[in-house]
Structure formats: C-alpha cells, structure tokens
C-alpha cells in the first residue's frame, strides 16, 4: 500500500519506487496481483473514504499503464 501511495504521490524514496515511476513513465506496462495489494483485502461493507482515497490514486496509476489483475 505504501508503494503505491509513493506512485501516486509521485514520491521515490528507494530505487524499487524510483524504478516502478520510471517504468510509467515511459510508457510500459506494470502487472500487479490483486493479492499483493492489501487493500483489496477489505471486505467492501467496511470500505470508507480512505478507501476511496486510494482507489482514486489507483485509477490514475492506472491511465498510466499500472494493470491490477488476479494472479491467476
């Protein structure tokens, strides 16, 4: 969850995010596993405004090439 907030913000602050920004950046695509993101975790009756505070940073990682899919 942290990463991505770091994304979404635009923050670095290790090489990992530094990488993953880049990577946008340049247009290539970024595949993440739903279960690695703990806030899908939540079951939805317990979602509030933080979690529609991320699934907002989520949606413009999205435009730039970040992919959430199943790991399936």
């Known amino acids: 969850c942290s990463t991505v907030g770091?994304?979404?913000?635009?923050?670095g602050g290790?090489?990992?995010?530094?990488?993953?920004m880049s990577v946008l950046l340049l247009g290539?695509?970024?595949?993440v596993p739903r279960?690695?993101?703990?806030?899908?975790?939540?079951?939805?009756?317990e979602r509030g405004p933080y979690w529609r505070l991320f699934e907002?940073?989520?949606?413009g990682l999205k435009t730039l090439g970040l992919e959430v899919?199943?790991?399936?």
Request: aromatic share 6%.
């Open 6 to 11: 770091q994304l979404a913000a635009g923050t």
């Open 35 to 45: 279960e690695g993101i703990q806030l899908f975790c939540i079951p939805q009756s």
């Open 69 to 72: 899919c199943d790991r399936v």
């Open 56 to 59: 907002k940073q989520l949606d």
């Open 14 to 20: 290790s090489p990992y995010v530094e990488t993953i």
């Open 28 to 31: 290539k695509r970024i595949v």
